[in-house]
């Protein structure tokens, strides 16, 4: 079975604080993923990686980073929270178009 | 401008009949297609797909159809069950753009006891 981590369920950080989410998956997957879910909205991808130490914007980069060191982990850094990044973001990992998604960080940014 | 629609944001379905979520497409360029389930509080789970050389794909309870002249999938769940309470999502591909999704907004299916 795929599995795909995420380090924190649920997370609240202070306006202007940095902020790390990190996901890991165990299935040696090329491409990972950082997706954004609010409701009525589906979800929004952030950034997206196909290999190792690349990275390319999705739809909604603004405010975001992301980092991918390893294969197995991609890191998606919010450089200044603000409360309009409040939202529940998700990772996903895939071999082709099928992805696997992480549980989750449910992020308040107050 | 939304490529993937799904029209209806709920639906209500009495239990042990048959639940149809649609989805709608505008690029002609999508080749590949999935349906998504969300629980809250979790990540979604991959369901059923479809390509584009077909137009049916089965799985148990789960129907998929394609009709491409139409830009039109449509999920079927047959007989539906209190678990399949969900949103579902639809997505898209084009095989040769390295295999990115493109979403819909989701329809959350309400299964009545």
């Known amino acids: 079975d795929v599995k795909v981590t995420q380090s924190s369920r649920y997370l609240v950080k202070r306006t202007g604080e940095k902020v790390f989410l990190e996901c890991v998956q165990d299935?040696?997957?090329?491409?990972m993923f950082w997706y954004r879910q609010d409701p009525g909205l589906g979800l929004r991808l952030i950034y997206f990686s196909y290999d190792v130490k690349m990275k390319e914007k999705g739809d909604i980069p603004e405010g975001y980073s992301v980092s991918r060191e390893k294969k197995e982990r991609f890191s998606l850094i919010l450089e200044s929270a603000s409360t309009n990044q409040t939202s529940m973001y998700l990772c996903a990992s895939s071999p082709l178009a099928e992805q696997y998604f992480g549980p989750g960080t449910r992020l308040t940014v107050t | 401008d939304q490529q993937v629609k799904q029209n209806s944001p709920s639906l209500s379905v009495q239990e042990g009949r048959i639940s149809i979520l649609n989805c709608d497409y505008t690029?002609?360029?999508?080749?590949?297609f999935l349906w998504y389930k969300k629980y809250p509080a979790e990540g979604p789970t991959f369901l059923i797909s479809i390509s584009s050389i077909k137009d049916k794909n089965e799985d148990g309870r789960f129907t998929v159809f394609l009709n491409k002249s139409a830009k039109h999938l449509s999920l079927h769940i047959v007989p539906s069950q209190p678990g399949d309470s969900a949103v579902y999502f639809c997505a898209a591909a084009n095989m040769d753009s390295n295999y990115q999704l493109i979403w819909g907004a989701g329809t959350k299916l309400i299964i009545k006891p």
């Open positions: 299935m040696d997957h090329e491409n």
């Open positions: 690029n002609s360029m999508f080749d590949y």
